[in-house]
């Protein structure tokens, strides 16, 4: 299986910049598509960016302000966030899907808080 362990979050007042990382490790086949959601008190959690071969795609809600991309040499997925809003305060999770010998997977990080103040 693959872990995750991510790093980056914090505390940043409105209109900053902060930058996720997640490296992964383990023993896989091929890892198919790394994302990142986030998950606000009281609310679901939500799909952010993701990375695939072919591409990216991010939620409207951030759109022109985050840049998901991945150094495949380190099997580490960032999240750069710039003009940051209090709306975008939650709890950042890394998602991996791919396949080891044992069948599709999906592994998640512990997460890191992002806290934007006003």
């Known amino acids: 299986q693959v872990q995750l362990v991510e790093s980056g979050g914090g505390l940043v007042q409105a209109g900053g910049s902060l930058r996720l990382s997640c490296a992964a490790s383990?023993?896989?086949?091929?890892?198919?598509?790394m994302r990142w959601h986030r998950q606000a008190p009281g609310k679901q959690r939500e799909l952010v960016a993701a990375?695939?071969?072919?591409?990216?795609n991010y939620a409207d809600s951030v759109k022109g302000r985050f840049t998901i991309s991945r150094d495949n040499g380190k099997l580490t997925v960032y999240l750069q966030m710039n003009s940051l809003a209090p709306e975008d305060t939650a709890v950042y999770y890394c998602?991996?899907?791919?396949?080891?010998?044992?069948?599709?997977?999906?592994?998640w990080g512990q997460g890191t808080q992002v806290t934007v103040s006003s």
């Open positions: 998602n991996v899907v791919g396949r080891s010998v044992r069948g599709p997977f999906a592994s």
């Open positions: 990375i695939t071969s072919g591409g990216t």
């Open positions: 383990g023993i896989y086949l091929t890892i198919n598509e």
